[in-house]
């Protein structure tokens, strides 16, 4: 029965070591199928039976049995190559995802020009409602001023009709405030330089020490120095904002940037974590089928053949064969600093791990002992023999190589 061992689940979790309903479906209809065979071979009745005959169905018995656990095994096999692949790429999947979550940052993208555009106007807008709010009310202090009154209205030309052949840019006090009220000027420093073109006006159309220029100078510095002490204060603090804004959208595209990696991230792991439940699925399924192919159980005979066996293994072998049940049994594994010899109890075990022993033991006493290179196909190593064991291990020292050379005793007796 050695040669029906079952390929190692591969791992390592503890695979369904009990009986299969599927096997119990297929086992009735095998018989069916071989007792249809015998009826022909049958006694014909109540006669006496054939030696001859019982022998044939004796042998065609046998021989179904054998195709079956040959199919049954192949089936394993590929099953197990199937997940083995998908748990390898699953495997890459899983490394990249963590290095992309690992990786620094990216750079936030540029802002487009839309948005640029739409941090342009409202700048623009807070500049524009300055004018009323603060550079108003610095012209009409500048206009109550006793000097002002030469450059609070129009020039009369009537009384200076020189006065459009020298100034070409005619302005005064009153026309700014009109156009300051009336939301004209896109900005303060619009305003600001039709207010200096009214001094500007005024010293080229009237000589030096002149009184006009004197009050015009006087009031130059009036409005200069309110100037400074009310509305580039507030420009100052425009900027600000206008930086605070920017940086607020920048700030903005680079959360909805990671908010957008951070759902690709998350869809990528449930999309992984689907894959991975359909893997467990599958895996579950080829350890029911393992279990299938080591049915029956063994016989009260066979446990004890058994138990011998593994007495009379030597240290070395036994302590191989101690991995081979901790792979599938952790819970047996001493204490760490434990005295004692390694051991275990048989009647604790499954029927896939017996399978599995009575195969090691069959496989140790042939001549030459287990071969030192072992073929296997562990699952998530991908679809290729595990070689290299030459050492064996110590028990329960590597799970993955125990249950490495579970399959590769499966391989050797397919």
Not at 119 to 130: G, T, V, Y
Request: net charge negative; proline share 7%.
């Amino acid at each position: 029965m050695a040669d029906a061992a079952p390929v190692a689940a591969g791992s390592g979790g503890g695979p369904g070591d009990g009986a299969d309903a599927t096997s119990g479906g297929l086992d009735a209809a095998d018989r069916g199928g071989v007792e249809g065979n015998d009826a022909g071979d049958g006694t014909g009745g109540g006669g006496v039976a054939d030696p001859a005959a019982e022998e044939r169905r004796a042998a065609r018995r046998k021989r179904h049995r054998a195709e079956l656990d040959a199919a049954r095994r192949w089936d394993l096999r590929a099953r197990l190559a199937d997940v083995s692949a998908d748990v390898e790429l699953l495997t890459l999947e899983v490394a990249r995802l963590q290095q992309a979550g690992a990786a620094a940052a990216p750079k936030p993208r540029e802002m487009s020009e839309s948005e640029r555009a739409r941090l342009a106007e409202m700048h623009a807008r807070r500049l524009i409602d300055l004018v009323p709010k603060h550079c108003l009310a610095v012209l009409k202090g500048v206009q109550s001023h006793p000097f002002a009154w030469p450059f609070n209205t129009p020039v009369d030309v009537s009384k200076f009709p020189d006065y459009p052949t020298i100034v070409t840019r005619p302005m005064d006090f009153k026309t700014v405030a009109e156009r300051a009220e009336a939301r004209q000027y896109a900005d303060p420093a619009a305003m600001q330089a039709d207010v200096r073109q009214v001094f500007r006006n005024c010293e080229l159309y009237n000589p030096p020490g002149s009184d006009i220029r004197f009050l015009a100078q006087g009031l130059e510095d009036r409005f200069e120095e309110r100037w400074a002490q009310q509305v580039a204060l507030r420009l100052a603090e425009a900027e600000a904002a206008a930086c605070t804004e920017e940086e607020a959208m920048r700030h903005r595209i680079a959360e909805a940037e990671q908010r957008k990696a951070a759902e690709a991230t998350a869809e990528a792991a449930a999309r992984l974590a689907r894959h991975f439940e359909g893997v467990e699925a599958r895996l579950q399924d080829a350890k029911a089928l393992a279990a299938a192919c080591c049915e029956p159980p063994l016989t009260p005979a066979e446990k004890g053949a058994l138990a011998a066996a593994l007495d009379a293994l030597p240290p070395e072998q036994f302590e191989w064969a101690m991995g081979l049940v901790l792979a599938r049994h952790p819970g047996f594994a001493p204490p760490p600093g434990a005295p004692g010899d390694l051991s275990f109890e048989l009647g604790g075990l499954g029927t896939v791990s017996l399978r599995q022993l009575q195969h090691f033991v069959a496989a140790c006493a042939r001549p030459g002992g287990p071969p030192a290179i072992w073929p296997g196909l562990p699952v998530g190593a991908g679809i290729k023999a595990q070689r290299g064991l030459q050492k064996r291990p110590q028990a329960a020292s590597d799970d993955t190589h125990a249950e490495a050379e579970a399959v590769g005793a499966e391989a050797q007796g397919a």
